[in-house]
T-cell receptor, first 113, second 113 residues
Framework: EAQVTQNPRYLITVTGKKLTVTCSQN?????MSWYRQDPGLGLRQIYY???????DKGDVPEGYKVSRKEKRNFPLILESPSPNQTSLYFC????????????FGPGTRLLVL | KQEVTQIPAALSVPEGENLVLNCSFT??????LQWFRQDPGKGLTSLLL?????REQTSGRLNASLDKSSGRSTLYIAASQPGDSATYLC????????????FGTGTLLAVQP
């Protein structure tokens, strides 16, 4: 089944404790990205990657890191999480091109205490 | 800066009713527009993708229209069912290097049996 998977789905952590949210897609898509969703603000792009070893900042990159060492994986790293990073996170992937639908993962709900 | 607005924020209708969800955007220079459905715990599901050169797309009971000049899109749902209850998100694709989607905050739809 073609899909985008994220792990973990739910995470409670404390301020300053490094964490990684994994994202994997099995559709051989070049493009991958991360969004966060907050009430009243909608989804906002954090980082994106056009292909392996090519990443760039989205609209809200502060406090996050990413890497793209393999085509299928695009982990999101929070080196020192803070309470304002409490949010619902989505990973997305698509083939490259304006006419292509983007496929989203199920989301990771993060609570930083 | 592109802004996407969805009105109303919430809508409740009786089963069987036809309904229209609205989306407006401030910059008509878009590459595409997508409508998504968001169910709790299940991520986002793409419903329809309209390219900037197109005026509408149809899938089953769903029809989405796009009027770039007025900065509007509508999602028409025919013969609504309780299973249509979800949050519907409109997203404008800005194409280019980022391939970013700019989301509205959604319309929460409840279809009453």
């Amino acid at each position: 089944e073609a899909q985008v998977t994220q792990n973990p789905r739910y995470l409670i952590t404390v301020t300053g404790k490094k964490l990684t949210v994994t994202c994997s897609q099995n559709m051989n898509h070049e493009y991958m990205s991360w969004y966060r969703q907050d009430p009243g603000l909608g989804l906002r792009q954090i980082y994106y990657s056009m292909n392996v070893e090519v990443t760039d900042k989205g609209d809200v990159p502060e406090g996050y890191k990413v890497s793209r060492k393999e085509k299928r994986n695009f982990p999101l790293i929070l080196e020192s999480p803070s309470p304002n990073q409490t949010s619902l996170y989505f990973c997305a992937s698509s083939p490259w091109g304006d006419e292509e639908t983007q496929y989203f993962g199920p989301g990771t709900r993060l609570l930083v205490l | 800066k592109q802004e996407v607005t969805q009105i109303p924020a919430a809508l409740s209708v009786p089963e069987g009713e036809n309904l229209v969800l609205n989306c407006s955007f401030t910059d008509s220079a878009i590459y595409n527009l997508q409508w998504f459905r968001q169910d709790p715990g299940k991520g986002l599901t793409s419903l329809l993708l309209i390219q900037s050169s197109q005026r509408e797309q149809t899938s089953g009971r769903l029809n989405a229209s796009l009027d770039k000049s007025s900065g509007r899109s509508t999602l028409y749902i025919a013969a609504s069912q309780p299973g249509d209850s979800a949050t519907y998100l409109c997203a404008v694709g800005d194409g280019g290097a980022t391939n970013k989607l700019i989301f509205g905050t959604g319309t929460l739809l409840a279809v009453q049996p």
